[in-house]
């Protein structure tokens, strides 16, 4: 399964919605598809799995949508701490976990 | 709380043996795997491979297989990623990271908890 991200960059202002796509050269399990949040010199954190269930300690205003091979990370309204990059993640067929290239949120 | 600390940087000559280590605590052992992920300077982040420490049964992405191992040393609940000969383009950051057990012992499908990374420069 190929994962593809867009746009490659976003740029926004604070306050502003952020979506996301991630898209599959297949089709994905709900339950196999997971967003993460990676800040520069930082290790990833993991946001959102099953595509729309938020991780331990994530703020509401990050939420996830989709099914199949299309699915959507939201950030309602962007926090100055929310410029980063964001990877989609699948679990399932060969190799086993792939990740997409990621999309850089960055402000405007 | 789950916690993993990695090894520290290393700086290396191509064709140089290295293992770099990740130590697990604050959860049981039975309750996870435990991945490697490569990611590259300023790239993404690809699965390299997967370890249950309880047992040892390790899965390999195929683009890894043979150019890494990956073992296990449950009494101290430490995983490592091994190179037998190091090329200049293994330089990366490396993560370990956590996935919970499902049914039947199979891995979970996303990474939980994460390590802060080892650094390895390879470089003549």
């Known amino acids: 399964v190929v994962l593809t991200q867009s746009p490659g960059t976003l740029s926004l202002s604070p306050g502003e919605r952020a979506t996301l796509s991630c898209r599959a050269s297949q089709s994905v399990a709900s339950s196999y598809l997971a967003w993460y949040q990676q800040k520069p010199g930082q290790a990833p954190r993991l946001l959102i799995y099953a595509a729309s269930s938020r991780a331990t300690g994530i703020p509401g205003r990050f939420s996830g949508s989709g099914s199949g091979t299309d699915f959507t990370l939201t950030i309602s309204r962007l926090e100055p701490e929310d410029f980063a990059v964001y990877y989609c993640?699948?679990?399932?067929?060969?190799?086993?976990?792939?990740f997409g290239p990621g999309t850089k949120v960055d402000i405007k | 709380e789950v916690q993993l600390v990695q090894s520290g940087a290393e700086v290396k000559k191509p064709g140089d043996s290295l293992r770099i280590s990740c130590k697990g605590s604050?959860?049981?052992?039975?309750?996870?795997?435990i991945g490697w992920v490569r990611q590259m300077p300023g790239k993404g982040l690809e699965w390299m491979g997967i370890?249950?420490?309880?047992?040892?049964?390790?899965r390999y992405n195929p683009s890894f297989q043979g150019q890494v191992t990956i073992s296990a040393d449950k009494s101290i609940s430490t995983v490592y990623l091994q190179w037998s000969s190091l090329k200049a383009s293994d330089t990366a950051i490396y993560y370990c990271?956590?996935?919970?057990?499902?049914?039947?012992?199979?891995?979970?499908?996303?990474?939980?908890?994460w390590g802060q990374g080892t650094l390895v420069t390879v470089s003549s």
């Open positions: 604050g959860y049981t052992l039975t309750n996870y795997w």
């Open positions: 990271a956590t996935t919970k057990v499902r049914y039947s012992g199979r891995p979970g499908t996303h990474f939980d908890n």
């Open positions: 370890i249950y420490p309880s047992d040892s049964d390790t």
């Open positions: 993640q699948q679990y399932g067929g060969s190799p086993g976990f792939t």
